[in-house]
């Protein structure tokens, strides 16, 4: 497998000294580069000669393919004869509870370009910028710097419990790599726990198994990824059922479904998998006034030889439009525990399930899913950092894992009564036949 050229830019280590300014006040930034949106983060005042900055912390990343470089590089993109470049626009304001500001009330202190020359294009690291500069009345420090972020891009050819195959995507090549098979197993739930109880959600009680029974659920469903000898190699597994809420008909957080993601044993024994990561969902009702509903995603590591599970990201993705999972130390910082023990680096995180490879860890993979709203099928798209995929095997997790978040996607979507959907068929006119819906969602 050939990865596909990517060069990453991040922004990151920003402080502001502002003459005059109280703590009162609050600053942020807009980060801007043609052709990609506006990235917005907090600016942190510095009232001291003394400061420390986390050297690791990037507040903004754009990753940049092939066709992206080049676009970059076509005389007019920037206007003549300006060479590309980054341009950070620095705002003051009053601090609100609910952002960076309260209401709309904000001044613009200035802004600053940084010039991105041609040898980014090489792949090579560069320091772009690194210290302080003058903006407007005061002084801005940011670091900002391009590397190569090379990356293995996957498709799923179509929707997930359809059982497509997976082509590695390189220029205009699409190249068979491994298939997937869904099955929905509805005794998954009731059978024993092979994988381990602290991982597999069973009932315990036969009240509670006959409750089960009789209260909606989707449960049971799992993907394996196979490779083209037809061996599975990594799958998901759904651990928790998908259940409504007391009184409502969506997946709450207080109860959220979750999958476990497995891989090969390296023994090679076809019913014996190695847990990884533990995938939980759940939807997130809009309240009056704000955006639309929102599934929520969050993955735990499971690593070798420790008690307890890491937290590697946390990400919302719009019911209507979809959105993107990822796992990127620099896009996001992560939250503490259940427990409200936070852990030392989020670099470690990564580490403590991929190997020292992780250190200092960036982007790890991402996986890009349709929403409700979609007309058309898009199947799920997947990116991996090149420096995390060693084998196959690798690869096949992450594709697992990107499985589970599209058919999370589907399986906390509202619940329908039994009655309803009956009806509906009922309507169809006689002869009209459409194909099964492999997950039942409305059960």
Not at 76 to 98: D, L
Not at 171 to 176: L, Y
Not at 238 to 260: E, I, K, Q, Y
Not at 434 to 439: I, R, V
Request: aromatic share 6%.
């Amino acid at each position: 497998m050939d990865p596909q050229t990517f060069v990453r830019l991040s922004v990151g280590q920003l402080g502001l000294r502002l003459p005059g300014a109280s703590s009162r006040k609050a600053c942020h930034c807009e980060i801007r580069l043609r052709g990609f949106p506006d990235q917005t983060a907090p600016v942190p005042l510095i009232n001291s000669s003394e400061f420390n900055l986390d050297p690791h912390s990037n507040v903004a990343v754009f990753s940049l393919d092939e066709p992206g470089l080049k676009a970059l590089s076509t005389p007019g993109c920037f206007r003549a004869p300006e060479p590309p470049y980054v341009e950070i626009a620095v705002y003051v304001g009053r601090r609100g509870g609910g952002g960076y500001f309260s209401g709309m009330r904000r001044r613009l202190i200035g802004s600053v370009r940084v010039e991105i020359g041609p040898e980014w294009r090489d792949g090579k690291p560069l320091l772009l910028h690194h210290g302080w500069t003058g903006v407007g009345k005061g002084e801005l420090h940011v670091k900002m710097k391009v590397e190569a972020d090379p990356r293995y891009v996957f498709q799923f050819e179509d929707e997930v419990a359809l059982n497509p195959q997976v082509v590695q995507l390189h220029g205009r090549a699409r190249q068979p790599i491994f298939s997937c098979k869904f099955n929905r197993d509805v005794r998954r739930a009731l059978q024993p726990d092979h994988l381990g109880g602290q991982y597999w959600s069973t009932s315990g009680s036969g009240e509670e198994k006959e409750m089960a029974g009789r209260r909606r659920e989707r449960k049971g469903w799992k993907v394996a990824i196979h490779d083209l000898s037809g061996s599975a190699v990594a799958a998901a597994f759904m651990a928790t059922p998908f259940v409504p809420a007391t009184g409502c008909d969506t997946v709450a957080r207080s109860n959220p479904g979750a999958w476990l993601i497995v891989r090969a044993d390296t023994t090679g024994s076809s019913e014996s998998w190695q847990p990884w990561g533990r995938l939980e969902a759940w939807r997130e009702c809009a309240q009056a006034g704000k955006e639309k509903d929102a599934v929520c995603l969050r993955l735990h590591l499971l690593p070798e030889r420790r008690d307890a599970c890491v937290l590697v990201s946390e990400t919302p993705l719009s019911c209507d439009k979809g959105g993107e999972f990822f796992i990127d130390m620099d896009r996001q910082s992560v939250p503490s525990d259940d427990t409200g023990t936070a852990e030392t680096s989020s670099s470690s995180y990564c580490a403590a399930s991929m190997g020292e490879s992780c250190a200092g860890c960036g982007f790890v993979m991402s996986c890009r899913v349709q929403g409700e709203a979609a007309s058309i099928s898009n199947p799920p798209l997947v990116q991996l950092a090149a420096r995390h995929v060693t084998c196959m095997e690798d690869a096949a997790m992450f594709l697992a894992l990107a499985a589970a978040v599209d058919l999370s996607v589907k399986a906390c979507r509202p619940f329908r009564s039994k009655p309803a959907t009956a009806a509906k068929k009922k309507k169809q006119p006689a002869g009209s036949s459409s194909p099964d819906d492999p997950l039942e969602l409305d059960t």
